[in-house]
């Protein structure tokens, strides 16, 4: 098993950079993230529009380019283990970032939400982090999952896209099911395909409604591979239980349909199956969870069972390979 670590001054865009570090298929990265303040926020009066440089914020890292990746190709990034690196993590609220203020797009006369920050007390090895009320007693330790909200690729044509704005090369999508056990396939754009990550959570609901999670800086180590000639039009999620596709776009309900198509055609095409067909078998056992509804772009996932795909496997097993890869990595570490 070939392990390599990676160090890097932190990016704030997918595009526009060369490679950190270039890896074999195979290859398991070890690496680690600043939270999405960039560390600036560490406390209750360290106010975000205070203590933080716009437009300078959820910092990601890499690229690390996979040796052999050709545009047409997908790499598969397979988490192998997240975990917090501080004792705290913070949250807050912006008076024109979330699901429920007002913002440059939905413009209301009344004042937006204050801004405010919550720190969170994280216990790694008891595995919870606390939320404490800010307007009252109230303290509540809720379970730790770990997730990275910020994974993706270079995106295609030379475009270079904040890495806040989610789309077809992955990016801010905020979903919390890119946990440790995922792997996360994407289209490759440009040579090497240029993978970052960055904006860990120690947890997150669907959603991510107030506009930011649980956020921590991370200690992560991810298995990467490559599959030849097997680009999909959207990043693809799989899982032990589950095959989930994503949609990121604006107004909700389109990215919504992206994911429910890009469902559907992979489910189709894992199972040989009239498109009708799939369109009936995903509508009645599909699942759709919000990843993100306050980004530039929403992101949605259509989520289905991999029970009903009767032993079909996704992109020839690549994701129980690679299971297998981090289970070694874990057993020796």
């Known amino acids: 098993m070939n392990v390599v670590a990676l160090d890097t001054e932190p990016a704030y865009a997918f595009g526009g950079r060369e490679a950190a570090l270039t890896v074999a298929p195979g290859t398991v990265v070890e690496l680690t993230t600043e939270d999405c303040f960039g560390g600036a926020v560490k406390g209750v009066d360290d106010l975000p529009s205070q203590v933080c440089t716009f437009p300078y914020l ?23 283990d997240i975990r917090p690196v501080r004792d705290w993590a913070v949250s807050t609220t ?61 995106p295609a044509a030379n475009e270079v896209i904040m890495s806040i704005t989610p789309g077809a090369h992955g990016g801010n ?70 095959l989930m596709s994503t949609g990121s776009a604006r107004p909700l309900e389109d990215a919504f349909r992206i994911s429910q198509h890009d469902l559907i055609t992979w489910t189709s095409s894992l199972l040989g199956l009239d498109e009708l067909d799939t369109y009936q078998l995903v509508s009645q056992a599909g699942l759709a969870p919000a990843g993100n509804v306050v980004d530039t772009n929403y992101t949605m996932l259509a989520k289905l069972p991999k029970t009903v795909l009767r032993g079909a496997p996704a992109y020839d097993g690549v994701h129980a390979r690679l299971r297998e890869t981090a289970a070694a990595y874990l057993a020796q570490r």
């Open 58 to 80: 959820n910092p990601v890292t890499g690229p690390i380019a996979v040796e052999g990746a050709e545009p047409g190709d997908a790499v598969a990034v397979h988490f192998v």
């Open 94 to 154: 912006f008076p024109h970032f979330g699901a429920l203020t007002t913002t440059h797009a939905t413009a209301m006369l009344h004042p937006a939400l204050e801004e405010r920050v919550w720190l969170y007390d994280v216990d790694a090895e008891r595995g919870v982090c606390r939320f404490n009320a800010r307007s009252g007693d109230l303290s509540i330790e809720l379970p730790l999952d770990p997730m990275h909200g910020t994974v993706g690729v270079a």
């Open 173 to 242: 999508m905020d979903t919390p099911e890119m946990r440790a056990g995922t792997t996360a396939y994407f289209p490759v754009n440009v040579p090497g395909g240029l993978i970052s990550l960055g904006d860990g959570h120690c947890r997150q609901g669907e959603g991510e409604v107030c506009g930011t999670a649980v956020e921590a800086a991370m200690s992560t180590v991810i298995a990467v591979d490559l599959i030849k000639g097997a680009a999909p039009p959207w990043p693809r999620l799989e899982n032990d239980a589950h």
